[in-house]
């Protein structure tokens, strides 16, 4: 879906007004954790998965110091989405999601969540089909994670000049009022 600059400002403009207007209860410390759930879910199965094949070869301490990190990197995971999933709960109103940024952003968080998830998958197959186990998963869904973030901000980068442009419009006429 094609948008052109002046429809990012005016969907800006009315997403701001939104934000500034908004009587929306804080969502709990945990929602993020619902628009992680299936990816956590495919990596917790496949990291459980990889302790009962026989390719451990007893370093289990080994494997749980890898487990650890890919804990670690979930926590920087959950961190990061938790502003943007915030945000995006108070602007959740009807003329919002009928908006035709918010139709674009959609499909493209869509589309990198299941990318995301197809590779998490793969990984995880070689996690249990391979000499490479644990590591396999987590050293995959780390550099996964860096480079999707990587080229999602890229990819957004080209709204936001517009997008700021239309926000600094509506907390203007905000101010003014």
């Known amino acids: ?11 800006s403009k009315v997403m701001a007004e939104a934000i500034l207007s908004s009587k929306k209860i804080v969502p ?3 929602y993020p954790l619902k628009c992680l759930r299936y990816h956590l879910s495919v990596y917790l199965i496949f990291a459980v998965l990889s302790f ?8 289990i301490l080994i494997g749980l110091g890898v487990l650890a990190f890919g804990l670690l990197n979930w ?8 502003g943007y999933v915030n945000l995006f ?6 003329e919002v ?14 589309t990198y969540s299941l ?16 000499e490479i186990n644990i590591g396999a998963l987590v050293f995959g869904n780390f550099v996964l994670t860096l480079v999707g973030l990587f080229i999602l901000t890229i990819d957004l980068s080209r709204f936001q000049l517009s997008g700021l442009l239309g926000t600094a419009s509506a907390v203007k006429n905000h101010l003014s009022h």
């Not at 926590?75 to 938790?82: C, D, E, L, R």
């Open 75 to 82: 926590v920087f995971i959950f961190a990061f989405s938790s």
């Open 89 to 94: 709960s108070m602007i959740n109103t009807p």
């Open 28 to 30: 709990s410390f945990f």
């Open 97 to 110: 999601r009928g908006l035709k940024l918010t139709k674009v952003l959609v499909s493209k968080l869509k």
């Open 115 to 130: 990318v995301w998830l197809v590779l998490m998958v793969v990984l995880g197959m070689v996690t249990i089909t391979t």
């Open 52 to 59: 009962f094949l026989p390719d451990m070869n007893g370093d």
């Open 1 to 11: 879906m094609n948008i052109s600059y002046d429809e990012i400002k005016s969907d």
